[in-house]
């Protein structure tokens, strides 16, 4: 994929939000490295759905291809997902005890606890797709996160019912990002974030230091050609929405009626 005209000459572009197989993708961290190496890119990160098993085969594949990388997870919040953002030397155990994940099931926080909790961590929260067709919080927590996505290249058209976020970074005074929210090789880069040529992409903490400072822009690198891919996707994605839908609504259930026994033997029953 040739990198677009507009990037300026002191940009380089990253991807912070994919999947692997170790949540709902397709292939394996060390091949979407790869095709971020072939596409260009500077960084990836790999935001896999409320686990941090991907965090050091992500690290591993990062230093084999000479990309740079973070440490993410997409958090399930009791309202919708939130992307969480770490610098690569924290401890993943750290982590997952805080924010519990990978327990065998998925555990609904509230958005402000979820997002205090990442704070607390050393680590900063960004809402994606906030008007996305998929789990998505909206604009009402914009006004207390890091970041905000953007553009979405799974929102590849716009309409009423779901749409991009351009402007919000500007409006709410926080980070703008653009991703791909890649669940497969072939479309890594589709969307991606300019940051500044001149970071210091060794130190761990070099992608929150982006988004703190927020030398971050979203970069829609999509051409009409791959809409037919973006149609394609969607019947590849389903089995791998099918899996986490399963999970996730599984995860619910059980939380209900835990949530009814505790009620019950709790008094709270009328």
């Known amino acids: ?3 677009p005209r507009h990037l300026r000459a002191d940009e380089v572009l990253v991807d912070p939000h ?8 397709l292939s394996s961290p ?18 896999d759905h409320d ?13 084999r291809w000479g990309i740079a990388t973070a440490f993410g997870v997409e958090i399930s919040t009791a309202e919708g997902h939130l992307l969480a953002y770490f ?4 401890p993943p155990r750290r982590v997952a005890r805080a924010l519990r994940l990978d327990e065998g099931t998925i555990h609904y926080l509230e958005p402000r606890s979820a997002i205090r909790r990442i704070r607390d961590l050393g680590g900063l929260a960004c809402v994606p797709h906030p008007f996305g067709p998929f789990y998505p919080l909206g604009a009402r927590y914009l006004g207390e996160v890091d970041g905000v996505e953007e553009y979405n290249s799974w929102i590849y058209r716009d309409n009423r019912r779901f749409h991009n976020a351009f402007s919000f970074g500007r409006r709410f005074r926080i980070a703008a990002l653009g991703a791909s929210d890649s669940h497969y090789p072939f479309t890594v880069g589709f ?15 070099w992608f929150l230091h982006c988004l703190r400072q927020r030398l971050t822009r979203p970069v829609v690198l999509q051409r009409p050609i791959h809409r037919r891919i ?5 019947t590849v994605s389903l089995p ?15 939380g209900y009626w835990r949530q009814r026994y505790h009620e019950m033997i709790s008094g709270e029953e009328s």
């Open 18 to 25: 994919v999947h692997s197989r170790l949540s709902d993708g």
């Open 240 to 254: 791998l929405n099918v899996r986490y839908n399963v999970r996730f609504f599984r995860s619910k259930w059980r």
């Open 191 to 205: 969307g991606a974030t300019a940051v500044p040529a001149a970071v210091d992409f060794s130190k761990p903490d």
């Open 51 to 63: 686990t941090v098993r991907h965090w050091d085969p992500s690290l591993a594949a990062a230093r």
């Open 230 to 234: 973006n149609y394609l996707k969607w």
């Open 30 to 47: 060390r091949r979407m490295f790869l095709q971020a190496k072939e596409q260009g890119l500077r960084g990836l990160v790999i935001t």
């Open 87 to 90: 610098a690569h030397d924290m």
């Open 1 to 3: 994929m040739r990198l």
